[in-house]
């Protein structure tokens, strides 16, 4: 990984200042419904660079740009049918449409790619930013490969000295990344805080499903899909109805475990929790997590727990 020099990372809560560090071209991490960003402008090159460099992001890995409004979204891509539909039915929100992008933005930013992931936060804090600034760039705030960051603590403890500030506004609300849609046909790319149920109920079809490329690691057209993409330092074992000696026991529902997404079986609380607790349960220890249905945001929480226990 890229190790920058150095630095001291504010923490702010002042909107207006974390705007002019952006407009300067600096990196602010800053919190929208689904985990923290590591926001740039935009439209500067040189910034969009950056964040590359303090994540040890490939380059060839494209990143989300977050607007303030279905306007700007428009000026930077073409939005086909099935994204005005599901923009309308979800934005502000956790969802990302990959779409035909105009001529508008820095190669980088799409790692030269000929679409670009477009979102509107519903985070009155990232949107009143975002109002400022104008379109900005933001991967999750986090090094690659590690789990995305709930709290500005987590982002602190992945980027702290490497960016130049992060907009504190508490814990996230959703817990997940943004589900990604891309087309020709509607595609689900990534599962994520909107339900893929929610999705198809709105464009009235099923959503196709992307066949990510098996041992495919530069895959640029499999988002999110390299294998290990999340994982804690000790092994992971899934749907885990009893702990062996040893491992620590995350439960869900009715399987208590040492410690538990949701005791209620409550898929929501699961999502807000998962990464906090995957942070809080990776001490190296060997971790068995219990089983966690399928439908709603399970699949997306299953998706993480997946990478989090694939080889590496
Ligand atoms: O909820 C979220 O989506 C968060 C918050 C900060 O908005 N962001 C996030 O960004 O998760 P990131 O970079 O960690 O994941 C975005 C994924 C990446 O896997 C990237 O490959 C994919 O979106 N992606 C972005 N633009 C793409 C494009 N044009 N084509 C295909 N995949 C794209
Ligand atoms: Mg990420």
Redesign the pocket.
């Known amino acids: 990984m890229t190790q920058g020099p150095q630095r001291h990372t504010e923490r702010l809560t002042d909107v207006v200042r974390a705007a002019a560090l952006l407009r300067a071209g600096e990196l602010v991490a800053f919190p929208?419904e689904?985990?923290?960003?590591l926001g740039a402008d935009a439209r500067n090159s040189a910034a969009v660079a950056r964040i590359f460099e303090a994540k040890g992001r490939p380059r060839f890995?494209?990143?989300?740009v977050?607007v303030p409004s279905l306007e700007v979204a428009r000026s930077l891509a073409e939005l086909p049918d099935w994204a005005e539909a599901l923009t309308a039915a979800f934005w502000p929100g956790?969802l990302?449409v990959?779409v035909p992008r105009r001529a508008a933005l820095p190669d980088i930013v799409?790692a030269g790619?000929a679409?670009?992931?477009l979102?509107l936060?519903a985070h009155p804090l990232a949107l009143e930013l975002l109002e400022v600034t104008g379109p900005l760039a933001?991967?999750?705030?986090n090094p690659s490969g590690r789990v995305?960051p709930t709290t500005a603590d987590h982002v602190m403890a992945g980027l702290g000295g490497r960016i130049a500030a992060v907009l504190d506004g508490g814990p996230t609300e959703v817990g997940l990344?943004?589900t990604?849609i891309?087309g020709p046909e509607p595609t689900l790319?990534?599962p994520?805080?909107i339900p893929a149920e929610a999705i198809e109920a709105a464009l009235g079809a099923p959503l196709r499903a992307h066949a990510p490329a098996a041992n495919a690691p530069t895959a640029?057209?499999a988002?999110?899909?390299l294998a290990s993409h999340y994982a804690p330092s000790g092994p992971v074992r899934l749907d885990a109805l009893t702990a062996q000696p040893g491992e620590v026991h995350l439960g869900f529902g009715p399987v208590a475990g040492d410690v538990s997404l949701s005791e209620a079986g409550d898929l929501h609380e699961a999502a807000a929790r998962l990464f906090s607790l995957l942070r809080e349960l990776d001490t190296g220890a060997p971790i068995a997590v219990a089983p966690v249905p399928e439908t709603g945001l399970g699949a997306a929480i299953n998706d993480r727990l997946r990478r989090a226990a694939a080889p590496r």
């Open positions: 929208t689904t985990v923290y960003g890995n494209p990143l989300i977050h956790a990302t990959v799409t790619m679409t670009v992931g979102r936060p933001a991967p999750s705030a995305s990344e943004s990604i891309g790319l990534r994520g805080g640029p057209t988002p999110g899909q």
